[in-house]
C-alpha cells in the first residue's frame, strides 16, 4: 500500500480545509485508515481512524470528520473551526491490525504528510 497525502495549507482560525489521503494498492479497502499530526517539538499523536466505524481524538470530535470513499481509494479528513493549536504536519496511514488504532505504531503504512498552519 502506498499513500500520499494532500490539501493542507494556511488558513485563519476558524476556517476549514480538507485533506486528502490517495491510496494504492488491491487491500486497501479492507485496511483501516487513520490520521495523525505532528506538531513542531512534539510527539505524532493521534487525530482520527476510520474503518467499519470511525474514532476521532477528543480534541478534534466535533470539529473534524474522516472519510473514505472505496471506488476511489480515497481517505478525507473534513477540518472545521480550525485553532491554531491544530497546527501540524498531518499524515495519513493504514494498518494491518485490529482494535482502537490510535497510536502509530499500530500502524504499518504511511504518507509524507501534509503541512496545515493555522494563523491566529
Known amino acids: 500500500v502506498q499513500l500520499q497525502a494532500s490539501g493542507g495549507g494556511l488558513v485563519q482560525a476558524g476556517g476549514s480545509l480538507r485533506l486528502s489521503c490517495a491510496a494504492s494498492g488491491r487491500t486497501f479497502s479492507r485496511l483501516p485508515m487513520g490520521w495523525f499530526r505532528q506538531a513542531p517539538g512534539k510527539e505524532r499523536e493521534f487525530v482520527a481512524t476510520?474503518?467499519?466505524?470511525?474514532h476521532y481524538a477528543d480534541s478534534v470530535n466535533g470539529r473534524f470528520t474522516l472519510s473514505r470513499d472505496i471506488a476511489k481509494n480515497m481517505v478525507y479528513l473534513q477540518m472545521n473551526n480550525l485553532k491554531p493549536e491544530d497546527t501540524a504536519v498531518y499524515y495519513c496511514a493504514a494498518s494491518q491490525n485490529t482494535g482502537d488504532l490510535v497510536y502509530a505504531s499500530d500502524y504499518d503504512y504511511w504518507g509524507q504528510g501534509t503541512l496545515v498552519t493555522v494563523s491566529s
Open positions: 476510520i474503518h467499519w466505524s470511525t
